[in-house]
């Protein structure tokens, strides 16, 4: 283990946790300078009418175009941004990106940017996304932003400040990964929010167990009873489709209809095309 014995040196550090901590420096140090050298990019993914197939909005999805590494995944760097201060500079491109680029679209989809709690705390949000629309010209009302229920966690008084100097403005929100929490259920207590995404690994489990359809369809039923709209993510098959529209499910997103990718696929053909998925008439055996 301490190979170093003689020379002093590194006698503390199993030689793999060395190397570990210095390979996550020049990631950190690579990542502080990938803004100012144009490296990261938004990818969006659509968000489809679960009645109709029509596209209603794209998720902005980060992508770390890196030079020597490829197409990093925000799995891999953005829980290093919020780790240090990096994820306040990363978390406003972001948004400035999403809205900028949202209004040269053909038609008035909405955007919706990922926000980290760590953003919450280490820049003002709202005035970044106040200045953006405006910026743009866009509606408040087609930005969306998405958080997951830990921006409660740290400090919930400033969370609920942070989301309704948001809502104040017009700004829609969704909480993200639905039901992967510890205690989803009593924030919604806590904030109106105007759309739950219900976690992707209940969809995961839709064809091996009914505890699962179950689940969802409980979701569904207290989103809608609350008067929120409700949307499942990470569908993948047209089986998980057709359980989930029977469900009475508002919005879907997964791979079946498309990849996340570096422009909008919305073109009238890609429209044709998701729509033709969505032309068997819902049965409502749950409703
Ligand atoms: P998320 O917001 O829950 O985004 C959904 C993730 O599921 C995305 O992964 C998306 O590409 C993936 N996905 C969508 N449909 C399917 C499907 O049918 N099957 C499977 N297996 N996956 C699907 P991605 O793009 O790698 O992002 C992962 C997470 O990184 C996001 O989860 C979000 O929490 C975070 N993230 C992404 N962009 C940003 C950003 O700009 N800022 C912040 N703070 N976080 C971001
Ligand atoms: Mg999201
Ligand atoms: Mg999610
Ligand atoms: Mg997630």
Redesign the pocket.
């Given at each position: 283990r301490v190979k170093d014995e003689g020379r002093g040196g590194l006698r503390f550090f199993e030689p793999s946790m060395n190397a570990h901590l210095h390979a996550r420096r020049q990631l950190e140090q690579e990542l502080s300078g990938a803004i100012a050298r144009d490296e990261l990019r938004?990818?969006y993914?659509p968000l489809v009418n679960a009645n109709t197939g029509e596209i209603e909005s794209f998720?902005?999805?980060?992508r770390w175009q890196h030079p020597m590494r490829g197409l990093v995944?925000?799995?891999e760097f953005?829980p290093l941004a919020e780790q240090t201060n990096l994820?306040a500079s990363?978390?406003q491109w972001?948004i400035e990106t999403a809205c900028a680029e949202a209004a040269s679209w053909p038609k008035p989809w909405r955007v919706s940017?990922?926000?980290?709690p760590s953003?919450f705390r280490q820049s003002d949000v709202p005035a970044i996304a106040a200045a953006a629309l405006a910026r743009n010209a866009l509606a408040p009302n087609r930005l969306v932003v998405?958080i997951?229920e830990s921006v409660f966690i740290q400090d919930a008084t400033n969370a609920v400040d942070v989301l309704s100097r948001l809502r104040e403005q017009g700004i829609r929100l969704a909480l993200?990964?639905f039901g992967c929490g510890y205690s989803s259920l009593s924030y919604l207590q806590r904030f109106k929010f105007d759309k739950l995404?219900i976690d992707?690994s209940f969809v995961r489990r839709l064809g091996q167990n009914t505890d699962a359809l179950t689940i969802i369809g409980a979701i569904v039923n207290l989103g809608h009873n609350l008067g929120l709209q409700v949307t499942v993510?990470?569908?993948?098959t047209a089986a998980q489709l057709a359980i989930l529209r029977e469900l009475g499910c508002d919005q879907v997103?997964?791979?079946?209809f498309a990849?996340?990718a570096p422009i909008i696929l919305a073109s009238d053909l890609e429209q044709a095309r998701l729509r033709a998925m969505f032309h068997d008439p819902v049965k409502r055996a749950y409703a």
């Open positions: 938004l990818y993914q998720e902005a999805l980060i995944s925000p799995a953005i994820i990363i978390g972001v940017v990922n926000v980290s953003q998405e997951t993200d990964d995404k992707q993510e990470g569908v993948e997103q997964g791979y079946l990849k996340p």
